[in-house]
């Protein structure tokens, strides 16, 4: 069974470069089924979808984070991550890692969250 | 952006009722609507995939409709454990936006 999991620093200063890391176990991220994705949850308000990475390497990246954001993988660690630049309170958020699945493109399995807090 | 509106933004019901929680896309999105549940502290859980077929291991009191741009999910007879918030997703085109929410309280 898929299970992924986020680390990183829980703290970033503003204009810094937020990095977070997706640690994927029961089974292989350079599976050619397998596409990867990131999504955030600001404090009390709803879902904003990040971007993905197809197994191909292509990246789909949401427009209005896309000049500062960027998914990748690793596959000699089974991880993907995400590094988003220039940071601003507003990045302020619970950061979900979680795979693209299917024709329909849902989210399953998600990891547990991050919380990453942009302050100085 | 396609724009998800979920209606109504919030819910107060009893259990044993039955629920209907609306997602209208800003343009057609064919059957691409997916649906989730959230807890507090918890991830989001997938439910159900193009707009009406449930995830293996959902209820069956948990039901989604509709295409284009009208989608609905019901539940038939509320659960203790079905009370928590929960987002349609639109994946017809990128960005893959979701609904704000629609939060399902205990009356």
């Known amino acids: 069974q898929l299970q992924l999991q986020e680390s990183g620093p829980g703290l970033v200063k503003p204009s810094e470069t937020l990095s977070l890391t997706c640690t994927v176990s029961?089974?292989?991220?350079?599976?050619?089924?397998?596409?990867w994705g990131w999504i955030r949850q600001p404090p009390g308000k709803g879902l904003e979808w990040i971007g993905y990475?197809?197994?191909?390497?292509?990246?789909y990246y949401n427009p209005s984070l896309k000049s500062r954001v960027t998914i990748s993988v690793d596959t000699s660690r089974n991880q993907f991550s995400l590094k988003l630049s220039s940071v601003t309170a507003a990045d302020t958020a619970v950061y979900y890692c979680?795979?693209?699945?299917?024709?329909?493109?849902?989210?399953?399995?998600w990891g547990q969250g991050t919380l990453v807090t942009v302050s100085s | 952006d396609i724009q998800m509106t979920q209606s109504p933004s919030s819910l107060s019901a009893s259990v044993g009722d039955r629920i209907t929680i609306t997602c209208r896309a800003s343009?057609?999105?064919?059957?691409?609507l997916n649906w989730y549940q959230q807890k507090p502290g918890k991830a989001p859980k997938f439910l159900i995939y193009?707009?009406?077929s449930l995830q293996s291991g959902v209820p069956s009191r948990f039901s989604g409709g509709g295409s284009g741009t009208d989608f609905t999910l019901t539940i038939s007879s509320l659960q203790p454990e079905d009370f928590a918030t929960y987002y349609c997703?639109?994946?017809?085109?990128?960005?893959?936006?979701f609904g704000q929410g629609t939060k399902l309280e205990i009356k």
């Open positions: 979680a795979r693209p699945t299917g024709s329909y493109n849902w989210f399953d399995p």
């Open positions: 029961g089974g292989s991220i350079s599976n050619s089924n397998y596409n």
């Open positions: 990475i197809y197994y191909s390497g292509t990246t």
């Open positions: 343009q057609s999105i064919s059957i691409f």
């Open positions: 193009a707009a009406s």
């Open positions: 997703q639109q994946s017809y085109s990128s960005p893959y936006t």
